[in-house]
């Protein structure tokens, strides 16, 4: 094992941290405001959430192709590990994508009133199986010489994926509630939008601070790794910077519009960054390192040149479609319940 290799093994590591943490910001709002579109009883209102998110929302999708492609060439062992065991929560994952977008697809191209419920249906789904998924991840995945039986039910049928689960929902819901502080008009629907934001960001960041705790009391060594001045430096700073981003987010989404938005996704972002550098270096936790599941050399190599190349296009196309676009949309009530005022205009 040679240092280049180690080093290409985990800068393919951090590769990987990138695009989850790409599809975690370019899809989770909308998630969140599927989930949040449950919440209320208007026809209209709920239709005018779902519009809000109805651009963009496959291209955010291409994040997870990225991903399994990217795990399937660089990482084999692992790749096939986690088909193994998680294959039950990855089917429902798949489901949930499948009902979500054609649910987007018949209220985009037919018009169809009645695929509200599809959409929140299908990011029910979603959330859930995700959750699940980091659950299992979290609890280690089986060996490759485990029975396949057992793996399926071992890792994700847990009290640790139902915490899990939690985390993933009010991180997305919490995005989804700033998100639509900053485009709705009405000051009933944005007062409504606030307490769920201050409420789901105290709710994240003690679900998070369970899954920590349980995360420590699993992982003897990561508190080995925090004895080092340079590893507690990082963790430090990195949970200052989530602290601190929960904390102007519970602030600014009491009186602001546009920041608390920003803020959210700071706060998900360093949580999740968190996570992955309390993981390294392993993989698959206490089981496989990164450097150990590597591919060779040349194909770390050739990957690497191929994802300099998709990651900046997609995360162009895909910022271009999913944000900017919602600068200018803005939600209003207009005396029917909410609707959807036309994108790139002003908001002030």
Known sequence: MTEVHQMLANLWYAVITLIVLNYIIFDGFGLGIGLLAATTKDTNERNAMIDSVAVGWHTSELWLLVLGTALFGAFP????LAMRALLVPAALLIAGLAVRGVALWNRRHRHRADSGIGVVLGTALTVLAQGLMLGAYINGLPSAGHPLAASLTDGWMSSTSALT???VTCAYMLMGATFLIRIVRSHQSRRRYRIYACALGIL?????IAVGLLEINLRAGLVAKWNTKSGLAILIVLLAVATGALIVTFATSIRRRRTPFGWSITAVAA?????????????????????????ADYILVYLLTAAGIVIPVLLFFNGYQRLLPYDGFRLSDGGHGMQAKTPHKSID
């Open 77 to 80: 062992p692992a790749f096939n």
């Open 165 to 167: 689960t939690l985390v």
């Open 204 to 208: 994240l960041a003690a679900s998070a």
């Open 271 to 295: 949580l999740f960054v968190t996570f992955a550098y309390a993981l390294f270096p392993y993989l698959v936790p206490d089981s496989l390192t990164a450097t150990a599941a590597a591919s």
